[in-house]
């Protein structure tokens, strides 16, 4: 029950922001553009904290509550680099074996009691998020770390600059904007800086649609299997 709510309301949430953030740039002022550009980066590092945080919740269920999991997980730069490692290097079969699902062209034994539509739903969704964990798994370590830190930054509080040239000499242009927080990891202050970019951030709306579709599909998946195994149940007890 808590996975389906889940799905439908706050893993859609994070696009849904996003998108409106986006929609409204344009007819913003510049300063104004600076802290939606900023909104959509944030919706872009929790979409990737609660992909981690989800997978790894259902991976780990068979000896943890999912619901506890998720609610408890934390992105931090080891959970970060070691999510991404994973989905671009294990092969398909693995990281489906991994959630408990079976491959895609196994479904219909693995899932007998589903008529022939359902199988076609299912097998597209597992198809896509496939597509989706690939497609997010090519973003890169540079972009990784970015989340990993901003994700951090999430839990000491983090302030908007339009400025930073006070650190250091270069400072931030005028396209651009930062959040500022302190690392505790490295004792440092920690500046993130994005630029007001319409096509970069379309690209970051891109990764945001990707990774709560991969979401999305990924309970929808293990539901379907939560209900097999539940009918399979019944079965045998009639």
């Known amino acids: 029950e808590f996975l389906s709510s889940y799905a439908e309301l706050g893993v859609t949430s994070r696009r849904l922001i996003a998108e409106t953030c986006l929609r ?3 007819m913003e002022t510049p300063e ?3 802290i939606l550009a ?3 980066m944030e919706q872009y590092v929790a979409a990737a904290g609660e992909l981690v945080g989800l997978y790894y919740a259902l991976k780990e269920r068979a000896s943890r509550p999912v619901m506890q999991s998720v609610l408890d997980f934390k ?3 080891q959970s970060a680099m070691a999510f991404f490692r994973e989905i671009t290097q294990l092969s398909s079969h693995e990281l489906l074996a991994g959630l408990g699902l079976p491959p895609p062209e196994a479904l219909a034994e693995r899932c007998p009691s589903l008529p022939e539509k359902d199988i076609k739903d299912l097998h597209k969704a597992m198809e ?4 989706d964990l690939s497609y997010t798994g090519r973003i890169g370590d540079g972009a990784t770390l970015a989340i990993a830190q901003m994700a951090g930054q999430r839990h000491v509080g983090t302030a908007l600059v339009k400025q930073s040239a006070w650190l250091d000499s270069r400072g931030l242009r005028n396209d651009q904007v930062a959040a500022m927080a302190i690392d505790d990891e490295r004792r440092t ?3 993130t800086a994005i630029a007001v970019d319409e096509k970069k951030l379309e690209n970051i709306l891109t990764n945001i649609n990707a990774m709560t579709r991969a979401s999305q599909n990924m309970i929808y998946g293990v539901l379907t299997m939560y209900q097999e195994d539940e009918r399979a149940l019944r079965r045998e007890s009639a």
């Open 24 to 26: 409204a740039l344009v």
């Open 32 to 34: 104004h553009r600076k």
């Open 38 to 40: 900023m909104n959509i």
């Open 75 to 77: 992105l931090d730069r």
């Open 128 to 131: 896509q998020m496939l597509y």
């Open 189 to 191: 202050i920690s500046v």
